[in-house]
Nanobody, 117 residues
Framework: VQLQASGGGLVQAGGSLRLSCAASGSMFDINAMGWFRQAPGKQRELVAVIIRGGITRDVDSVKGRFTISRDNAKSTVYLQMNSLKPEDTAVYYC????????????WGQGTQVTVSS
């Protein structure tokens, strides 16, 4: 599975960005699709995940502001980020799991999101 993320950039606090991540390869086998982020000096953390059936989970810090969605036909996962805060600044990574590999995450390259105050 190969993943290509896009959509990062620089935005002012309160603004919005939409991240996209397109998967290629064994697309029929993809189960969960998720977004993680890593801020400088911090560990990578899960932001939001959506499984094939459409059930989503996200961390408390982004509830009500970020929305994860997926288009199975396009094998693409999105992260709509609204009301961005400076503490959302991080490198954002998309990742997927497959039914064949179980809980192993396949990672895309990161995309930088910078929120200025």
């Amino acid at each position: 599975v190969q993943l290509q993320a896009s959509g990062g950039g620089l935005v002012q606090a309160g603004g919005s960005l939409r991240l996209s991540c397109a998967a290629s390869g064994s697309m029929f086998d993809i189960n969960a699709m998720g977004w993680f982020r890593q801020a400088p000096g911090k560990q990578r953390e899960l932001v939001a995940v959506i499984i094939r059936g459409g059930i989503t989970r996200d961390v408390d810090s982004v509830k009500g502001r970020f929305t994860i969605s997926r288009d199975n036909a396009k094998s693409t996962v999105y992260l709509q980020m609204n009301s961005l805060k400076p503490e959302d600044t991080a490198v954002y990574y998309c990742a997927v799991t497959t039914f064949a590999a179980g809980s192993r995450w396949y990672w895309g390259q990161g995309t930088q999101v910078t929120v200025s105050s």
